[in-house]
């Protein structure tokens, strides 16, 4: 595969060049056909598309990001998710795409949700893999933006706090419930040591206290979420997991919900035939060219 590296261009503060101030984020594209933008998740580098990259063999458009301060990427300043999901906006328009269909991971899922909803006429197609618009409601179905604020701002502080080696150990603990490849936890638990801790803490805060489900109905894209739920096999039932994804993502007017029976968090990495078959059908039911209307 033969990457373009493109930089979005982004407003910067007065007397900062473009060329000198950190990006959003780092794009690499390649292939020729329909656009597809891959979005990772918390501290995650674009590599973890890779398989899906090669799984499509070129015969689509893809421009696979790595945000701003996750897996060696430059920082950008507060607010994380305001900055990247207008950022991401303007790159759509920007790169003149035409109705791109955007795949997004945890937090990239819940940022291409919050694009689909700021921009629905620049979007073709959401394909979300096991994001929630609103976290905290997964927990505490009454939960709010702003009852769960003062929690979110004693672990902003707390992980601010931590050392290298505490956020190492918590890191893995974590990655270990989410992949079950013990290879593939170490490549994770890499770009997560490679990328900015405050950055990390200061997303993982805003994505708390983040709610889109009010904003889901602006959403005029198809989208397919696929969900995961055998990390909670033995504690938490399969009907009540689903039953949390169809009762948040009941405001999105053209969804489908998935949920994998083998895959833990990082679907792509852990079923990547159910991934990939799933992805496939999304694909061929929403990105054949003639579906594309004229961009005005």
Request: glycine share 6%.
């Amino acid at each position: 595969m033969i990457a373009v590296v493109l930089l979005t261009g982004c407003a910067t503060t007065s007397g900062a060049s473009a060329a000198s101030a950190p990006q959003p984020f780092h794009v690499e594209r390649s292939g020729k056909g329909r656009p597809l933008v891959f979005i990772p998740g918390l501290a995650s580098s674009g590599e973890v598309w890779n398989e899906t990259v090669a799984h499509l063999q070129g015969k689509y458009d893809c421009h696979v990001l790595t945000l701003a301060g996750f897996a060696g990427q430059p920082a950008i300043p507060a607010p994380f998710f305001a900055t990247e999901r207008r950022a991401l906006a303007d790159y759509l328009r920007a790169q003149g795409l035409e109705k791109p269909i955007l795949v997004g991971h945890s937090l990239g899922g819940v940022l291409a949700l919050a694009v689909a909803a700021d921009v629905p006429e620049l979007v073709g197609g959401v394909f979300i893999v096991d994001s929630l618009p609103f976290l905290p409601a997964s927990m505490d179905p009454s939960a709010t933006a702003d009852s769960v604020r003062p929690r979110a701002e004693e672990m902003r502080t707390l992980m601010r706090m931590q050392t290298v080696e505490q956020r190492s150990m918590q890191s893995r603990m974590a990655l270990r419930n989410f992949i079950s490849d013990d290879k593939k936890v170490d490549v994770a638990a890499r770009w997560g040591a490679d990328s900015d801790a405050e950055t990390v803490t200061q997303a993982f805060y805003e994505l708390s206290t983040t709610d889109l489900r009010p904003e889901l109905p602006r959403i005029t894209a198809p989208t397919v979420v696929l969900g995961s739920w055998v990390a909670l096999k033995g504690r938490v039932p399969r009907e009540a997991v689903e039953a949390v994804y169809q009762s948040q993502y009941a405001k999105l007017p053209a969804h489908r919900v998935v949920l994998s029976d083998t895959a833990r968090h990082f679907i792509m990495w852990d079923d990547p035939e159910g991934f990939f078959r799933e992805l496939d059908s999304f694909l061929g039911a929403h990105a054949s060219v003639a579906q594309v209307e004229p961009h005005h």
